[in-house]
């Protein structure tokens, strides 16, 4: 058996979802209105997370999976981010959203427990959903931009790998999806 260990989370993607690509645009350039230190996060990387799962072996992949396809069923939806924060302890400026939608808190909850079933230790503290734009931010900046109302609409959700890269600027990571697995959609009927 082998010990060969990938760096896996379950997240929201901002970049390749077509129905938020104007939302999208719009946190890329809050992004760039960042005026202060540290290391912009790559749009193509810009997400949110939903359960980050640390190295994970094949074994506990597999089971990540299937746990995963026996979810029960959440569906599909939007989420509105308008606080922008910096965050002294992790260095970080990242966007929240202050009223974040129910089926999204039960996704994170069940993906949490289909981790801790799988073998892999889950922190434990309240799922706070956010999207970091900038990391190793050193000193607080003076100000921060007027966030606009940002919203993203959701109709699934993908297992991701953080894998090395090599970048024009040094050493970086790509998040690739591995597994996209779909929300309920509402019944046109009862609509």
């Not at 990938?6 to 760039?32: I, M, P, Y």
Request: glycine share 4%.
């Amino acid at each position: 058996m082998s010990d060969i260990t990938e760096r896996l989370f379950f997240a929201l993607d901002l970049h390749h979802n077509g129905t938020n690509q104007s939302s999208f645009r719009q946190l890329c350039q809050l992004k760039q209105d960042l005026l202060c230190d540290g290391r912009d996060v790559p749009e193509r990387n810009l997400h949110i997370t939903l359960a980050f799962l640390g190295s994970v072996t094949a074994k506990q992949k597999q089971a990540l999976i299937n746990y995963t396809g026996k979810l029960t069923t959440i569906p599909a939806f939007s989420v509105s981010y308008s606080q922008l924060n910096y965050r002294k302890r992790n260095k970080i400026i990242w966007l929240d959203s202050d009223n974040p939608p129910f089926p999204l808190l039960t996704l994170a909850s069940e993906l949490k427990q289909a981790a801790i079933k799988a073998g892999l230790q889950q922190e434990d503290r309240p799922y706070r959903p956010h999207i970091t734009l900038k990391k190793q931010v050193r000193r607080p900046p003076q100000s921060l931009p007027a966030s606009p109302d940002l919203h993203f609409d959701f109709r699934h959700f993908g297992l991701y790998i953080s894998e090395a890269i090599q970048t024009p600027h040094g050493s970086g990571v790509r998040y690739r999806c591995l597994q996209q697995w779909p929300l309920s959609q509402p019944d046109k009927e009862s609509k």
